[in-house]
């Protein structure tokens, strides 16, 4: 649970960049790579990372404008949403809260629980996917960014 807005806002710079070079070994011919057939694709999951903080965000109170249309069929698209999504986070944050508000509790999906650990939720969320994004990378023979550390491939 984040206790500082500062502290958040260090955390979701971290992940952010880290999951922007995931989405950036994204080819446009691998989206609909998949661990097996009928589970999520390299593309879908792309698209859930840039669209679900808009739910986390109205969760604690704040809105950030959610990706107009369907998830795209070009990595690009998903890169430059997941860019300007994750600068509308970083902006609502520091625009509208407190380190009082962010331990103030809130109505959640998981009960009611402080702002801070609703903004944990979503950095957790994001950090789940993106290591399944990962695995699916590397399954469709595509670059494996070291993102919490080295990788196979030497960065």
């Known amino acids: 649970m984040y206790r500082t807005v500062?502290?958040?806002l260090n955390d979701w710079s971290r992940a952010a960049q880290g999951t922007l070079k995931v989405l950036e070994s994204l080819r446009d011919e691998k989206l609909d790579q998949a661990i097996v057939e009928g589970h999520n694709t390299l593309g879908w999951l792309g698209w859930h990372l840039v669209t679900t903080p808009v739910f986390f965000m109205k969760q604690i109170g704040l809105a950030i404008d959610p990706?107009?249309?369907d998830?795209?069929?070009q990595a690009s698209e998903i890169v430059s949403a997941y860019s300007k999504m994750?600068?509308?986070v970083k902006r609502e944050v520091e625009q509208?809260?407190?380190?009082?508000k962010i331990i103030e509790v809130v109505d959640s999906f998981a009960g009611r629980i402080p702002r801070g650990a609703v903004l944990r939720f979503m950095l957790?969320?994001?950090t789940h996917h993106r290591g399944q994004m990962t695995v699916l990378l590397r399954q469709a023979g595509l670059h494996?960014?070291?993102v919490l550390g080295p990788t196979r491939e030497g960065n």
């Open 6 to 8: 500062r502290d958040f």
């Open 86 to 88: 994750a600068e509308d």
């Open 144 to 146: 494996v960014p070291g």
């Open 67 to 69: 990706p107009g249309g």
């Open 96 to 100: 509208h809260l407190t380190d009082e």
């Open 124 to 126: 957790d969320h994001q």
């Open 71 to 73: 998830k795209p069929n």
